[in-house]
Nanobody, 121 residues
């Protein structure tokens, strides 16, 4: 089982920055892709960034240039730096991890509980 715990959310004024963290723990063989998603009230969950185990990152056009994903494989942690925050960035941000618990096992996707980000003056 893989547990993911997000942290770093909060109330931020427009134009501010936040750094979210997501730490993976538990028993696993390997973690492959890790991603950050967000879900605003009344909206579908959307991908905002993902990163492979070798550091290749992908962003949708709506956040490119303001969001930066990174990971520390030694700490099994993925980060999301969000700059120039806008009110429309307000959402619950969750991370996921594509991982295997044993060698040769099929990949399972695990999710964290999420952290609230509110952008308001």
């Amino acid at each position: 089982q893989v547990q993911l715990v997000e942290s770093g959310g909060g109330l931020v004024p427009p134009g501010g920055s936040l750094r979210l963290s997501c730490a993976a723990s538990g028993s696993f063989f390997s973690i492959y892709v890790m991603g950050w998603y967000r879900q605003a009230p009344g909206k579908e969950r959307e991908l905002v960034a993902m990163i492979t185990s070798d550091g290749r990152s992908t962003y949708p056009g709506s956040v490119k240039g303001r969001f930066t994903i990174s990971r520390d494989n030694a700490k099994n942690t993925v980060y999301l730096q969000i700059d120039s925050l806008r009110p429309e960035d307000t959402a619950v941000y969750s991370c996921n991890a594509h991982a295997t618990r044993r060698a040769g096992e099929l990949v399972t996707v695990y999710w964290g509980q999420g952290t609230q980000v509110t952008v308001s003056s």
